[in-house]
């Protein structure tokens, strides 16, 4: 078989990406309305809902890793909601356990996509503003450790940070270990609250919801003093006049 010719890749390439942004068009209204009705159902009859979930035994646990999954890859998608949601149906251990199966496989798809793809896969998701602003983590000497920093801390961009992490040297050991663990931390709180609700217990849910919101801010805080520092332009030094 005939090697393809740079303009064919080139036009592969473009085309997959169509594709893929038409897709997650079609993937984003179908999610919106199902997570639409999800909310409608958790919102109007919470029990009923919690019942319902769990009625559907083995399925019911398949479709959340399933949304979990679409929402890794296709970032417009919310996770909080979904966070918050598996704490109220499954109990905050296996809502946990769940989230993170799903985050881990998305955050596999997200990742070879990005290797096979390039930065073009990567600015179909994000700004190029937002990506230039991790562009330092390619030359970063200590890639893994200012990776897990960043990611362990909560409210930073973890989908934005799976996206780039393909296009450094990281290998995907690392990542997968990295992406999975750094969400742990926010992924507990939500689902400790969501299942403070499911029980009636508006009070540990209140301070559960707080204790994240106020850690997530701070992390903000700290996740964008650190891009400002490693985006810093040294001036040079001015020559003395003699």
């Not at 798809?109 to 793809?117: A, D, Y």
């Not at 362990?152 to 934005?160: M, N, R, S, T, V």
Request: glycine content about 10%; aromatic content about 14%.
């Amino acid at each position: 078989m005939d090697k393809l010719m740079p303009e064919e890749k080139t036009g592969k390439k473009s085309g997959f990406l169509l594709f893929f942004k038409i897709f997650s068009i079609i993937l984003i209204i179908g999610v919106v309305c199902l997570v639409g009705y999800m909310c409608y159902r958790f919102m109007s009859e919470p029990k009923e809902f919690s019942a319902w979930i769990r009625s559907h035994g083995i399925w019911g646990y398949l479709v959340y890793v399933g949304i979990t999954i679409l929402q890794i890859i296709v970032t417009v998608i919310p996770g909080g909601p979904l966070e918050l949601a598996g704490g109220y149906a499954f109990g905050a251990f296996w809502g946990t356990v769940l989230f993170l199966i799903g985050a881990f496989i998305g955050s596999l798809i997200s990742f070879g996509l990005v290797r096979k793809f390039g930065r073009d896969f990567v600015e179909s998701q994000f700004s190029k503003k937002q990506i230039k602003k991790l562009d330092f983590l390619q030359d970063e000497e200590k890639l893994n450790f200012i990776f897990m920093v960043l990611f362990i801390i909560p409210g930073c961009p973890k989908d934005l940070l799976c996206y780039v992490a393909g296009l450094t040297r990281m290998k995907l050991s690392a990542f997968v270990v990295i992406a999975t663990l750094g969400r742990l931390p926010a992924v507990i709180g939500t689902a400790v609250g969501g299942q403070a609700i499911e029980s009636g217990n508006y009070t540990v849910a209140i301070v559960a919801f707080a204790a994240t919101a106020v850690v997530s801010f701070m992390g903000l805080l700290v996740y964008q003093a650190i891009i400002s520092r490693k985006n810093k332009v040294k001036t040079p030094p001015a020559p003395s006049v003699e």
